[in-house]
């Protein structure tokens, strides 16, 4: 059974750069055609979809991030990746990640991690 | 961006009573050319990840219990649940998968009266 894992540093201070990792076990992250995705959510509040990568390497990110996102793969990790940069207050949020159902661009999404909060603080 | 609302904000519901939850696109999710409307319902309960409850409008994901129904279609839907459980209190979650980006609404809380 798929699992990911999301991990990271539990803190990070304002100015500076976020950087996640989600580990996938139970599978392979290239053996299929599938697309990888981060998705956050402050503390009480609503979900954000942050952006997409596809086993190929292909991305595509919110438009309201994407001068500050990047999101990578890194194969014989089996893991992908999350780097935002010039982080505020307003970063600070559950950072979570999954996987677009049936290997499809236009999918909800499934087998999600339990989430790492991360607080953006000096 | 393709704006979700939902209604009510949250509701609180007898046990074994209907529970509904309203949701609507600011465009139409439905692709004309395979008649599907691109739209997914999550259950969220406190410090868990959402999971995938229906797809596709009104398809379950595997294991979810029956007592779980979504409905509508091109921008309005609706998420039933027909005889509240337990188990069931939680937040809910419409999204668009239509096109990037991808949006949620600001989610429904269900609660037991």
């Known amino acids: 059974q798929l699992q990911l894992q999301e991990s990271g540093p539990g803190l990070v201070k304002p100015s500076e750069t976020l950087s996640l990792s989600c580990t996938v076990s139970?599978?392979?992250?290239?053996?299929?055609?599938?697309?990888w995705v981060w998705i956050r959510q402050p503390p009480g509040k609503g979900l954000e979809w942050i952006g997409t990568?596809?086993?190929?390497?292909?991305?595509s990110y919110n438009p309201s991030l994407t001068s500050r996102v990047t999101v990578s793969v890194d194969t014989s990790k089996n893991q992908f990746s999350l780097k935002l940069n010039s982080v505020t207050a307003a970063d600070t949020a559950v950072y979570y990640c999954?996987?677009?159902?049936?290997?499809?661009?236009?999918?909800?999404?499934?087998?999600w991690g339990q989430g790492t909060l991360v607080p953006v603080s000096s | 961006d393709i704006v979700m609302t939902q209604s009510p904000d949250s509701l609180a519901v007898s046990l074994g009573e209907r529970a509904s939850i309203n949701c609507k696109s600011s465009?139409?999710?439905?692709?004309?050319?395979?008649?599907?409307?691109?739209l997914g319902w999550y259950q969220q309960k406190p410090g868990q990840p959402p999971k995938l409850l229906i797809y596709?409008?009104?398809t379950r994901e595997s294991g979810v219990p029956d007592r779980f129904s979504g409905s509508g279609s091109g921008t309005d839907f609706t998420l039933t649940i027909s005889s509240l459980q337990a188990e069931d209190v939680a937040i809910y979650y419409c999204?668009?998968?239509?096109?990037?980006?991808?949006?949620f609404g600001p989610g429904t809380k269900v609660d037991i009266k």
């Open positions: 139970g599978g392979s992250i290239s053996s299929s055609s599938s697309y």
């Open positions: 990568i596809h086993s190929g390497g292909s991305t």
């Open positions: 465009h139409s999710i439905l692709y004309s050319s395979n008649n599907r409307n691109y």
């Open positions: 999204q668009q998968y239509y096109n990037a980006p991808f949006t």
């Open positions: 596709w409008a009104s």
């Open positions: 999954a996987r677009h159902v049936d290997q499809q661009w236009l999918a909800p999404f499934d087998n």
